[in-house]
């Protein structure tokens, strides 16, 4: 055996058994944490933080025991500090093991906390090494905590539910979705405002507080200043070309008070900044396919002046939000959540800067914005008339 | 290094022995003939020694020698003794004058057998009775006769039970090497097959045979493996196990460097492909050389199923091989240094297996690779309906009651299956009991420095395989260095007709295989 052998031996000898094992953390010396709120606490100088952390015994994996059984999946422990960073650092305090972050799912911020301003809270998120970016935010109605005393239908831990809920929220776009790295990258930029899911614990059937996802907040700089409901949430999708699919109900074209309801297939919007009269203006170009997806009227709709007349019926449902979601956006709430400003930065730089001073205060709500809507219907379905038709 | 060599060398003085000065020349006379013959065999009671005379007088003398056992009965009495007792009388009826005129009569003339040669020293005589040949002594001869009469009990012509196929010649190589080397004549009817015999073992007197088909072998190859068979001055060489360690380029190297087989197909192929072949006395295994790595994630029934099959099936294997060798270092690095990388909900149900162990995540994986290899040792080495008992003991109820007792958590013995699983999935047994060495090395660095000391040790044996040499082929070609027209045979198999040159480093002097354009096309209209 060659003298370079014999070094390679030595060195791995001498590694493997001197060396230690230097940032191992077994398994079972973790606190996995799912899903952490940030409320104030009392002493206003803090913040309270409410971590939910994974037991996994109760999870199952170990044979003949666990799985099922009527042992909380999770747990809560609640810390308070001056700043997030310092707050999770008292978890140490209550938990025998080391707190593991990089799997968390939600990040939760109460309400009041919220309007004082998220970016103290943000902070610690994206230092970290770990990868958080995707991680969803959210304000919660309320109190953060109160969100993980609520129960999920399915999940046996909250915090999984959530996230899933938010991912799966596309299907109706009623909300928005939020992740790290968005929120942080709207509040960097200029001429943009953050937009973030809005979540609450709701009463619900069995006297069980559950989880919903509706509507979003609203913040001006990084401060919240309200709620949009679900339909002017969805304007605000319409705009920003981030409605995925959901429905829209429209009057039945025979006059009857009888509804038709149209699924969404595609959706696409541009923003074109513009010149006119010698100020800038913003057009929006509106663009949705939709197919039949159900009606309660007993006529056939596949007819050229009715099917027509259902495209027009759901191009002015889609513009009559987004003309409510941009109303208050101007007039109650004076926030660009559509990222006009960003637009007209990146079309008209020069102008851009003379503006960027007021332009939540006066820019964003004196601006004249035109929305166009292309609709257009595909496919009736399997069934083309009612089973009973006229 | 010096100190040992001297120790060897007093040693080596202490035991040299020639055998009982067998190499002087034959006597003219028979009776000293006899005499020596006696002197040498001694009281072995497998020796015959015939006694007879012929002539219409009986006036010439002689006498035959064989190893009972050895030799086929009905040759020796039919075809030797026969004519030589009975046909020798109508041939002359006169009688014989004795001497040189005898010798040459009964050559010519009376022994009915295919394989016959005269010998002049005691040494030959004895090498060809050891092998089952028959020695005829006549008086007033310095040189006697070497009859073929090879013939013993032996297994007949089986299955390989070690490479297995669906598809395929079912027959295997035997103990005999007679036999072996007619296998492989019978599927190249060419005289450029090579067989050359040596002898090798200074006790046992082993033939060894070396084949290659002239033309396509490389001579220089042909000429290393002569001279390092040349080399060898030991006593016995049992089992081509043994050859291989006396003649292989990496003597310490975990992995193999001569390819075995014990299917003649096989073999066949090698050879073709400008290898040399070795076969020894008494081991139905077959070496080729040179080898390279590649040789042994490949099984010979690939050759012989549809190329998109075996295409699919060398990906298999190749999977197979990285899951041995990382799988059990990659789940120690990701649970113990790398959760992130775990889905989440897959790593809440590990943690909760791992619950309440005892043991870190290395040891886990250490006890269960150990248990699994000692229970494949077991498992060979138990009569065979012992051996099913082994596994049943050892996988079922061992394993279940370690997880139920919370010793061992699932995933590890999860791990561990799927690790033994892989293992038997590449088809080598040589290269497959090779990589446990490798494994066992990645565990230890993944619970050193996580996926940082896999991917270092992986790099380092990735530089060492191709470092490695085995006859001047590099260990790793055709991917290191790579040979574009070789690679339509490594983990992609091209259709026959497609693969027009035989591999660059062993059949590189003679590279066209066949002619271009084989591929079956519809006729062409008219």
Known sequence: MSKIGLWVITFVLLATTIAGCWSVHELDTLAIIMGTGLDKAEDPDKIRLVAQVAVPAELGGVPGEGGGGGAKATTLAITTGYTVRDAAQNLSRYFSRIAYWPDMQILVIGEEAAREGISPLLDFWNRQEQPFRSLWVMVAKGEAKDIFAAEDYLEKISAVGIAKLINESGQASLTRKSRLLDVTRDLASPGVSPVLTRIEAVDQAEGKKRIRVAGSAVFRGDRLTGWLDESATRGLLWITGEVQSGAIVVQCPDGEKRDVSLKIRRAKSQIIPEEKDGRIAIRVEIDVEGDLGDQTCPINLTTPEHWRSLERRQAAIIENESAAALRLAQEEFQTDIFGFGATIRRKFPREWEEMEQSWDEEGFPRLEVTINVTSKLRRPGLILQPNRSR | ?526
Request: with cysteine.
């Open chain 2, 1 to 526: 290094m010096k100190f040992w060599k001297r120790i060897w060398r007093s040693a080596a003085r202490k035991t040299k022995n020639d055998p009982a000065g067998g190499s002087q020349p034959l006597s003219k006379s028979l009776a000293v003939n006899l005499a020596r013959v006696r002197t040498i065999l001694g009281e072995n009671s497998d020796i015959d020694i015939r006694e007879f005379s012929i002539g219409k007088r009986q006036q010439v003398a002689g006498f035959l020698v064989l190893v009972d056992g050895l030799v086929d009965k009905s040759i020796v009495n039919d075809n030797i003794l026969q004519p030589l007792l009975t046909s020798a009388r109508l041939v002359e009826p006169d009688g014989f004058p004795p001497g040189k005129r005898v010798f040459q009569q009964v050559k010519e003339s009376i022994l009915a057998v295919g394989h016959l040669e005269e010998v002049y020293t005691m040494d030959e005589v004895l090498d060809g009775i050891l092998s089952g040949d028959t020695a005829i002594f006549l008086d007033g001869n310095e040189a006697a006769f070497i009859a073929g009469t090879r013939g013993w009990e032996s297994r007949g012509v089986q299955e390989s039970v070690v490479e297995m196929a669906v598809r395929g010649p079912r027959e295997g190589f035997t103990e005999t090497l007679r036999t072996n080397t007619s296998l492989l004549r019978r599927k190249i009817k060419n005289v450029n097959l090579r067989v050359e015999n040596m002898l090798v073992g200074k006790q046992t007197r082993t033939t060894v045979c070396l084949l290659y088909i002239k033309g396509i072998a490389g001579n220089k190859v042909v000429e290393e493996v002569r001279r390092r068979l040349e080399h060898i001055e030991t006593d016995a060489v049992l089992d081509s196990g043994v050859l291989v360690e006396f003649i292989e380029d990496a003597p310490f190297s975990p992995l193999p460097t001569v390819y075995l087989s014990e299917r003649p197909d096989t073999v066949a192929s090698k050879l073709l492909e400008g290898r040399v072949a070795l076969l020894i006395e008494g081991s139905p295994t077959a070496m080729t050389v040179p080898t390279v790595f590649m040789e042994f994630m490949i099984s010979s029934e690939d050759y012989y199923s549809r190329p998109i099959y075996a295409t699919i099936t060398r990906w298999l294997r190749a999977i197979s091989l990285l899951a041995t060798l990382f799988a059990p270092a990659l789940y120690v690095a990701a649970v113990t240094f790398h959760q992130e990388m775990i889905p989440v909900e897959l790593l809440l149900r590990m943690a909760g297996a791992r619950e309440g162990v005892p043991f870190p995540a290395v040891l886990e994986v250490l006890i269960m690779g150990i248990i699994f290899e000692i229970l494949r040792e077991a498992g060979i080495r138990m009569p065979r309906p012992i051996g099913q008992a082994v596994s049943i003991v050892g996988a079922l109820i061992l394993g279940e009651a370690a997880s139920r007792a919370g010793m061992v958590s699932n995933p590890v013995i999860i791990v561990a299956a799927f690790t033994g699983i892989t293992l038997f999935a590449i088809s080598s047994p040589e290269l497959s009991f090779s990589l446990v060495a490798f494994r066992v090395f990645f565990v230890f660095l993944a619970a050193t420095f996580g996926l940082f000391g896999i991917v270092t040790g992986a790099l380092f044996t990735l530089v060492y395989m191709v470092s490695l040499r085995s006859f001047g082929v590099p260990y790793l070609s055709p991917l290191a260095p790579i040979i574009l027209s070789d690679l339509k045979d490594t983990l992609i198999r091209a259709p026959w007709w497609a693969m027009l040159l035989r591999p660059h480093f062993t059949g590189g002097q003679n590279p066209a295989r066949q002619r271009f354009l084989l591929r079956p096309r519809p006729p062409a209209k008219k």
